[in-house]
């Protein structure tokens, strides 16, 4: 099994490697033509989570280097409050939109309205549950980033015990997918048993009180996957507190914090998604297309990486390096 994982791992770092060096288009008849003003908007959850502010820094250092002016915003995950962010971009010329969505469902009318605009908009991180609105949708291949490192934690749980999820907000596709995927793989072992499931909302907070609730309710547990790196390093905290270094715990995204943990032996492990990469794509894919060329393709997936004990060194700021 480890060797399987670890030629995974290798075939995953060869996409990366070549399959995003640079950004495939293709000819489109009929374009958007933009807002006519050289500004990128970028709409994203709160940047006080390093994740959303890495797509924020990212794409404002991008966007200055071809040079456009960039204008980031937080919608929080309030659909509406990002429904007026989009308003303002079309209101205001905007060239493009880049927007890290507040949901699957519930951001199909903003982008709707940046398209009757003629604005097109370029998804990273979240896709939305509908084709031919935007001139992209960049995500994270979260299927296969979440089996990877469910696999990872399997092993080291000894492919026994009983275990907890705390899963992300549920109006986000992500949510659903890694969790169905951390379980493609954990529900293999019937010597496995989740005995807790609940939301935490992609929040840190919110993950250590309910992790605190379910280890006074569940204290035979001895692993909490989680569906994201904030909800992990609140599961994290809440462990250490009550004195359970022992628990396995795992997460999704790459973040800093948890490679700290990782390298100090409190996380398994997480799958990276390399969002700076994505967002860097998304810049680069929007500067193209106002330039007179599509993406090959609208929905694009970029591969996730296992991060453990193993090759946590490699991993800075979302940026995994050899």
Not at 61 to 73: M, N, P, T
Not at 250 to 259: L, M, R
């Amino acid at each position: 099994m480890k060797v399987k994982k670890l030629v995974a791992l290798a075939m995953t770092a060869a996409m990366v490697g070549s399959a995003f060096a640079a950004p495939v288009f293709a000819e489109e008849a009929e374009l958007l033509p933009g807002g006519g003003n050289k500004i990128i908007y970028c709409i994203t959850p709160d940047p006080s989570n390093p994740y959303f502010k890495t797509v924020q820094d990212v794409a404002t250092e991008k966007g200055e280097e071809l040079g456009y002016e960039v204008k980031c915003q937080s919608h929080g995950d309030d659909a509406s409050k990002q429904l007026e962010m989009f308003e303002a971009a079309i209101n205001d010329g905007a060239a493009a939109i880049i927007c890290d969505n507040a949901g699957a469902d519930a951001t199909i009318e903003a982008v709707q309205k940046a398209y009757d605009a003629g604005i097109p908009t370029f998804l990273v991180d979240r896709e939305i549950n509908e084709s031919g609105l935007a001139a992209a949708q960049l995500v994270a291949d979260n299927a296969q980033g979440a089996a990877a490192i469910a696999e990872e934690w399997v092993e080291a749980m000894n492919y026994e015990g009983k275990y907890a999820e705390l899963l992300g907000l549920e109006s986000d596709t992500n949510c659903q997918v890694r969790s169905d995927n951390f379980h493609s793989v954990i529900d293999e072992y019937d010597t496995m048993e989740m005995v807790a499931q609940q939301s935490a909302n992609w929040d840190q907070t919110e993950a250590y009180e309910k992790t605190e609730a379910i280890l006074q309710s569940n204290p035979e547990i001895t692993g909490i996957i989680c569906g994201n790196d904030t909800m992990a390093c609140g599961a994290v905290q809440a462990c250490i507190d009550a004195g359970r270094d022992d628990i396995k715990i795992i997460g999704v995204d790459g973040s800093d914090e948890a490679a700290a943990y990782i390298k100090d032996g409190k996380m398994v492990g997480t799958a990276l998604q390399q969002i700076a990469l994505i967002t860097q794509t998304a810049v680069e894919q929007a500067d193209a297309y106002l330039n007179g060329t599509a993406p090959e393709s609208e929905k694009q997936l970029i591969p996730c990486i296992a991060i453990t004990a193993d090759n946590v060194d490699n991993l800075s700021s979302f940026v995994y390096t050899e």
